[in-house]
Every structure is written in C-alpha cells, then in structure tokens.
C-alpha cells in the first residue's frame, strides 16, 4: 500500500520560508515522478512543482518560480518543497503527489497517489 505523508506545513509571515517534506512508503521512490499541488481556499488544487526520475528535471508553476525549490532525498525516499519570499497568495492547503508511470504532467489527473495535505497559511 502506498502512503505519502507530508510535513513542515505552518504559519509564517510574508517573506518568510518553509520546507515541506513528503515521504513515500510502499513503493519504491526513486522510481516515481513527484509533485506538489496546493488548494487555496474555495479553489481547486493547483500544479505547483514536478521532479521527475532518472534525472531530477523539475518543474514549476509561474506564480512560485524563482521562490521555491524543489529536491528529494531517494536513500530517504522523500521529497521537499523549499519555499521562500512567501507571499499571502501562497496561503493554501499544500498536496504531494507520486506519478508512478512517468507521465511527467502538470495534471493532478496524471498522479496515482496522494498525501493528506499539509496546511501553509502566511500572514501579511
């Protein structure tokens, strides 16, 4: 059974950092491309970043590139989400997500599984 669990959600103030971890169990980890989604209130969940096996290419939406980063630790089998320059429009429920076929999409459609989601909320 696959589980991934995200941490590191919190409250911090505009122009802080946050990372957020996600760890991934039942499977094997460095086989599967990861994303982070996040829903803000009253919306629908919205493609944030993607890294992608074997190479580590990664992905990010507009609204976030330049201000986070995106790695992960295989020998750990997690993925981090590196925030920082928050902003108040970043406040949202934040998701991790493994994509086991490689689809390397921007979808939340195209990923398999999915964590419990992990609160940001930023103050102005």
């Known amino acids: 059974q696959v589980q991934l669990v995200e941490s590191g959600g919190g409250l911090v103030q505009a122009g802080g950092s946050l990372t957020l971890s996600c760890a991934i169990s039942?499977?094997?980890?460095?086989?599967?491309?990861m994303g982070w989604f996040r829903r803000a209130p009253g919306k629908d969940p919205d493609f944030v970043s993607r890294?992608?096996?074997?190479?580590?290419?990664?992905v990010f939406a507009d609204s976030v590139k330049g201000r986070f980063t995106i790695s992960r630790d295989n020998a750990k089998n997690t993925v981090y989400l590196q925030m920082n320059s928050l902003k108040p429009e970043d406040t949202a429920v934040y998701y991790c997500?493994?994509?086991?076929?490689?689809?390397?999409?921007?979808?939340?459609?195209?990923?398999?599984?999915w964590g419990p989601g992990t609160q940001v909320t930023v103050s102005s």
């Open positions: 039942g499977r094997t980890f460095n086989k599967h491309t």
């Open positions: 997500a493994a994509d086991l076929y490689g689809r390397d999409s921007t979808s939340r459609s195209q990923y398999d599984y």
């Open positions: 890294i992608s096996v074997p190479g580590g290419d990664t």
